[in-house]
Every structure is written in structure tokens, then in C-alpha cells.
């Protein structure tokens, strides 16, 4: 005979889990953002839950008019996003507000903070500086992390194979 689950100890670490999806200083950025946000809907007499697209659109091009990286304003639909879905509400951050950011980067010719990291990384690693000198620089912890940003531009070039002779 089989014996039953622990539903009770079972469902307390699903919902363990479940909470551990976002980073704690996430959700503290979170909450500021959304003051943030509700703030500006208050003064502009809209509402923040649920906001439509177009709230949304006219806050984030606020936002980048103040002088704000995309990145920035990203980070504030991802905010405007999880809050709805947290409230059951359907996200106002579709393809309206997604055009919008693409379009900001574009014409801000602005590169993603990934990007200019592994563009760093990656010509670092070319000119031969030691990994660990390279982290304190960027500030990762870890050289699985680290390694992740290297973007190897020539595979055959420093190839492994070529190295010794085969």
C-alpha cells in the first residue's frame, strides 16, 4: 500500500517556491516604481489599476523624456506588468508599449547594458586579461556568470584543436 502525500507540507513549499521567483531587492524596486507610477497617474487623472496601453505608453515616453535610460523604463513596464498580473488584471504592456521601447533604443542608439558588458568582457578576454581582474571590474561573483557575457566572434580562432596540432 502506497502512503499519501503531505498535501499540507507539499502545497507550503509550492507556495515557498513560488514566492522565491522574484529577488527580494526586485520587489523592493517594485514597490518604489509603482509609487512611482501611481503617482504619475493621480496627477495625470488616470488609473493605475488597470491601466490601459496608452497610460502606460504616455508614462514610460515621460519617463524616457526625463532623461532616463530605456533600460529604465523597461524596468518600469516589467513593474506595470507583474502588478497587473499579480491583481488578475490583463497586462497593458503588449506590443504598444513594446514598440515604443524598441523604438526609443533606436532612436537613442542605445545599447542594451548586456550588450556593452559583453562587449567588454569579450575584449578583455581577446587582449588576455586574467578573469578574475576582469569580474572586480564588472562586479560579478562568479566565473560561470562572468563567462556567460564572453562572445567568442572567430571559433576557429584560439581553437583548442588547432592549438595542438590537430
Known amino acids: 500500500?502506497?502512503?499519501s502525500p503531505d498535501t499540507e507540507r507539499l502545497t507550503m513549499e509550492r507556495l515557498r517556491m513560488a514566492s522565491a521567483i522574484?529577488?527580494?531587492l526586485t520587489l523592493s524596486?517594485?514597490?518604489n516604481d509603482w509609487r512611482l507610477f501611481a503617482a504619475w497617474c493621480k496627477a495625470a487623472g488616470r488609473?493605475?489599476?488597470p491601466a490601459s496601453a496608452e497610460t502606460v505608453g504616455l508614462y514610460l515616453a515621460d519617463i524616457l523624456n526625463g532623461g532616463n535610460r530605456v533600460s529604465t523604463a523597461t524596468r518600469h513596464a516589467s513593474l506595470i506588468a507583474y502588478t497587473h498580473r499579480q491583481a488578475r488584471l490583463p497586462s497593458p504592456c503588449g506590443d504598444e508599449v513594446h514598440e515604443l521601447l524598441c523604438g526609443a533604443q533606436r532612436?537613442?542608439?542605445e545599447q542594451p547594458l548586456?550588450?556593452?558588458r559583453a562587449g567588454f568582457v569579450t575584449a578583455a578576454v581577446v587582449q588576455g586579461v586574467n578573469e578574475i581582474a576582469i569580474m572586480e571590474h564588472t562586479g560579478h561573483r562568479s566565473l560561470s556568470t562572468l563567462r556567460r557575457y564572453y562572445r567568442r566572434g572567430d571559433p576557429f580562432q584560439a581553437n583548442a584543436c588547432a592549438m595542438v596540432g590537430l
Do not use: I, Q
Open 47 to 49: 488609473a493605475a489599476l
Open 107 to 109: 532612436l537613442r542608439h
Open 1 to 3: 500500500m502506497t502512503t
Open 114 to 116: 548586456h550588450s556593452l
Open 22 to 24: 522574484r529577488a527580494p
Open 29 to 31: 524596486g517594485y514597490a
